[in-house]
Nanobody, 124 residues
Framework: EVQLVESGGGLVQAGGSLRLSCAAS????????VGWFRQAPGREREGVSC????????YYLDSAKGRFFISSDNANNTVYLQMNSLKPEDTAVYYC?????????????????WGQGTQVTVSS
């Protein structure tokens, strides 16, 4: 079973940047769809960015387009989320998640394995 550990969260001023990392162990991420999700207090968990296992589908939340970028390093079995021009409304707990085979929908219900989350706080 794959285990995921996120890191890279923290407190940043509006306009700043953070890079979140998601290190996988227990299995190679080859063949998995990977995604980043977030959940703010009182709100439902939402998909921020996802990539299908076959690489043909990449999704970004509208508010993240042009600011956030998902990438993967297969050699290190790690997925990243580069977040630029951060806004206070980006404040949330960010989770990475994976599911075996290709998923073409960036919804939490599609994903099976989850990390513990990392807090991102953007001050105004």
């Amino acid at each position: 079973e794959v285990q995921l550990v996120e890191s890279g969260g923290g407190l940043v001023q509006a306009g700043g940047s953070l890079r979140l990392s998601c290190a996988a162990s227990g299995d190679s991420l080859d063949g998995y769809s990977v995604g980043w999700f977030r959940q703010a207090p009182g709100r439902e968990r939402e998909g921020v960015s996802c990539i299908s296992a076959d690489g043909t589908f990449t999704y970004y939340l509208d508010s993240a387009k042009g600011r956030f970028f998902i990438s993967s390093d297969n050699a290190n079995n790690t997925v990243y989320l580069q977040m630029n021009s951060l806004k206070p409304e980006d404040t949330a707990v960010y989770y990475c998640a994976v599911t075996w085979s290709s998923s073409y929908y960036c919804g939490p219900d599609e994903y099976d394995y989850w990390g513990q989350g990392t807090q991102v706080t953007v001050s105004s």
